[in-house]
């Protein structure tokens, strides 16, 4: 990801945020602040980046690259907040990772030569 990307703001209740993903995984690190994921996504065109709370990354870290989501965050009568993320083409099932081949490719080559 670039270090000059913006990052996009996902801090409206109740509004529908149509992202894809361009990455298989976030970037990960700590700040003065705690711990922080990064997650690359295209938002109207633009590729930004997308800080994700805890329970956000555990939704988007189902999906991989090319995954068309739409991420809500809602907030009830009273107060509580929940990440909502859905699939953009209305399949609740996640789209897999395409990186497990690239992991497993290497084993079994080794063992055929």
């Known amino acids: 990801m670039s270090e000059k990307m913006k990052t996009l ?66 907030q009830d009568n009273n107060g509580q907040l929940e990440w909502q993320v859905t699939s953009a083409n209305g399949n609740t099932q996640q789209q897999p990772k395409q990186t497990v081949l690239k992991y497993l490719a290497p084993i079994f080559i080794g063992k055929w030569h």
């Open 9 to 74: 703001q996902v801090n409206q209740f109740n509004h529908d945020y149509l992202i894809t993903l361009i990455y298989d995984q976030c970037k990960f690190g700590e700040s003065q602040y705690g711990p922080w994921k990064l997650y690359g996504v295209e938002y109207e065109g633009v590729e930004q980046g997308v800080f994700a709370e805890e329970p956000l990354h555990q939704q988007l870290q189902k999906y991989g690259k090319g995954a068309k989501l739409i991420i809500r965050r809602n």
